[in-house]
């Protein structure tokens, strides 16, 4: 029985350069291929002139690429978010969200299918666990928000951006493009060369990702090995050249995760989710801070931050009457008092199997400057994407 073709998303640059050389091709090969995909949006095996024939035939052979199909898209009615539900090849579904803030684009991208850890209040902690996802099943989630911006630039050239204007919704497909609209010269121009796969050129003709948030569906720590590859990939400086301080990974407080993360001084940002400042109201909301006890989870974060010197985003949904009292403010600043912390609050969004209330205007506002006397930043997360259910812990799929 022939093996399956590996998937293209699945490696990263050494190792698409280990294969080439173990099929009998030089590296510049697999380097100009390399470039093709994450520089030029280009999949299609005819679209890649560059490419000699018989490296080309073999890669064909060899190689698939993984991207995901569209299941279907949703957008918010402000034209700010957008919600793909996409298909995995075994049929599985998953969500990603596109985000636009004031000057930046940023992908809310999941790590799992479903999620084990069960926060009460989550969409997908609701649903329950189904897979992990393969670190190519993530790395494609940014391929298709990249190709969803690209398709965007080439619309520009010729109707408008649809959400500067404020105008209708675009829909748009999957699939790679093998020629740009330069946004300058409002025409088509082809694919450029790709002879410096290093070259900036081809992957600023189009509005580009620049921020990755590792906060939808899943527990990245729960998925500790694929997640960092993809993260390796999505770095690569001849690839979509993603900032480290540009992906912020959220965990719920999964201990040994924080600590390796340290250990191998992983340079991107550090989010975990709190919602409760004291083990037993944080167990009620939380159920896996019975397995990872608040004050072992405070360890965990001091080590990360003396060891990287770096700060720790500590998330904080605000739920009415339940974590969002003046006295709920008081015991989050005693806690994070003194470490190189930031607080970000987020009203909590609706989902079915929750009935909680999400925290007003004033209370969210009081909660902050609380922290503020505190010493620690805070802010008042923007709620994106509400309405088409795309907001912080809305996510869930079908199971089957
Ligand atoms: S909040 Fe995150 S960790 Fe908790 S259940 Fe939802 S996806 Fe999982």
Redesign the pocket.
């Known amino acids: 029985m022939s093996e399956l073709p590996t998937n293209f998303y699945d490696l990263t640059r050494p190792e698409l350069f280990e294969l080439a050389a173990s099929w009998g091709f030089p590296t510049v090969h697999a380097a100009k291929l390399w470039a093709y995909v994450y520089l030029s949006g280009v999949e299609n095996w005819s679209a890649m002139p560059e490419l000699p024939a018989r490296y080309r035939t073999k890669a064909e052979c060899e190689l698939v690429f993984g991207r995901h199909e569209t299941a279907a898209e949703t957008h918010s009615s402000d034209g700010f978010t957008r919600k793909y539900l996409l298909a995995l090849a075994d049929g599985r579904k998953i969500e990603t969200v596109l985000m636009r803030f004031t000057g930046r684009v940023t992908a809310c991208i999941s790590s799992q299918a479903g ?1 084990a ?3 009460v209040f ?1 969409a ?2 609701q649903m329950g666990y189904i897979r992990h996802l393969t670190a190519g099943e993530i790395v494609a989630q940014a391929m298709h928000v990249d190709a969803a911006l690209r398709e965007t630039t080439n619309r520009v050239g010729q109707v408008g951006s649809d959400v500067a204007a404020g105008g209708p919704a675009c829909r748009v497909s999957n699939t790679g493009v093998a020629a740009h609209i330069d946004p300058q010269a409002r025409r088509p121009v082809a694919t450029p060369a790709l002879a410096d796969a290093t070259s900036s050129s081809p992957h600023d003709r189009h509005e580009r990702l620049r921020n990755i948030v590792l906060m939808g ?3 990245p720590l729960h998925n500790y090995d694929a997640v960092m590859k993809a993260v390796d990939i999505l770095r690569d400086n001849n690839g979509l050249a993603l900032g480290a301080k540009k992906i912020t990974l959220s965990t ?1 407080g999964v201990i040994p995760g924080i600590i390796r993360l340290a250990d191998e001084s992983r340079p991107i940002n550090l989010a975990v ?1 709190l919602h409760g400042a004291t083990q037993e109201e944080r167990a009620a909301l ?1 159920p896996v801070a019975k397995k990872w006890p608040l004050d072992e989870l405070m360890d965990a974060c001091r080590y990360y931050i003396e060891k990287l010197d770096r700060r720790i985003f500590y998330e904080w949904t605000l739920i009415e009457g339940k974590n969002d009292t003046a006295e709920n403010a008081h015991a989050v600043g005693r806690l994070l008092k003194g470490q190189q912390a930031q607080v970000n609050l987020i009203p909590l969004n609706p989902t079915n199997g929750y009935d909680g209330e999400p925290t007003g205007r004033e209370a969210a506002k009081n909660f902050q400057q609380i922290l503020a006397g505190y010493g620690l930043p805070c802010t008042v997360r923007q709620r994106r994407g509400i309405d088409i259910g795309a907001g912080c ?1 809305q996510l869930a799929v079908a199971k089957r």
């Open positions: 999620c850890m069960g926060c989550c997908t902690g569906m899943g527990e719920v989710s939380v812990g």
